[in-house]
């Protein structure tokens, strides 16, 4: 067998080698994302607006409801005393 020749088996272990290389620098990579993300402000990162706009919907709800009832109620007066 010639030099650029492997076999099945050295082939093999070559694949496996190189696999597992590749999981090693994605797992680093992922670490390093996740660092990064860390060290974001809370301000910067998209969940922290998705519940100040959450909030800010229920208190707007809130309101408009007890803005709501109190129409409905003077108008209640108004109308049949």
């Known amino acids: 067998m010639t030099d650029d020749q492997e076999t099945p088996q050295a ?3 070559a694949d496996t080698e190189f696999l597992e290389r590749q999981k090693e620098q994605l797992e680093l990579d992922e670490l390093r ?3 990064t993300a ?4 809370d301000y ?3 969940t922290f607006w998705l519940n100040v706009s959450a909030a800010l919907v229920a208190v707007v709800g809130v309101i408009a409801q007890g803005t709501l009832s ?3 109620s003077e108008r ?5 005393g």
């Open 11 to 13: 082939a093999s272990k």
């Open 76 to 80: 209640a007066e108004l109308s049949g």
């Open 70 to 72: 109190s129409i409905k």
């Open 38 to 41: 860390l060290q974001r402000p």
């Open 33 to 35: 994302l996740k660092v």
């Open 44 to 46: 910067k990162r998209s």
